[in-house]
């Protein structure tokens, strides 16, 4: 089965810095894209992030672009996500996941469990 698991959750003070891991297996996901997603308590699942896998393009939600970098390992079917400058509004659970693309959760077919990230103030 695909499996995709996220990593490198944790707390951190507003302006630091963390980075997430989202390691998939099962599958090749070269015609994929892989996606960021975060969702904090009462609130519908946000997209972050995504990077189309063969050509590696990516698209970013306003709220985060100039902090968060989306990244790949081709050869280990890795997918990164950097957080820089984090703020206490990017505090939520954040999931990764595949599919065929787009800011919408609807289009994406697998999830990992997902990772925690708090930042305080």
């Known amino acids: 089965q695909v499996q995709l698991v996220e990593t490198g959750g944790g707390s951190v003070q507003a302006g630091g810095s963390l980075r997430l891991s989202c390691e998939i297996s099962?599958?090749?996901?070269?015609?994929?894209?892989m996606g960021w997603f975060r969702q904090a308590p009462g609130k519908e699942r946000e997209f972050v992030g995504a990077?189309?896998?063969?050509?590696?393009?990516?698209d970013y939600v306003d709220s985060v672009k100039g902090r968060f970098t989306v990244s790949k390992d081709d050869a280990k079917n890795t997918m990164f996500l950097q957080m820089n400058n984090l703020k206490p509004e990017d505090s939520a659970l954040y999931y990764c996941?595949?599919?065929?693309?787009?800011?919408?959760?609807?289009?994406?077919?697998?999830w990992g469990q997902g990772t925690q990230v708090t930042v305080s103030s």
């Open positions: 990077i189309n896998w063969s050509p590696g393009t990516t």
């Open positions: 099962g599958r090749t996901f070269s015609g994929w894209a």
């Open positions: 996941a595949a599919g065929s693309g787009g800011r919408l959760p609807q289009r994406y077919h697998y």
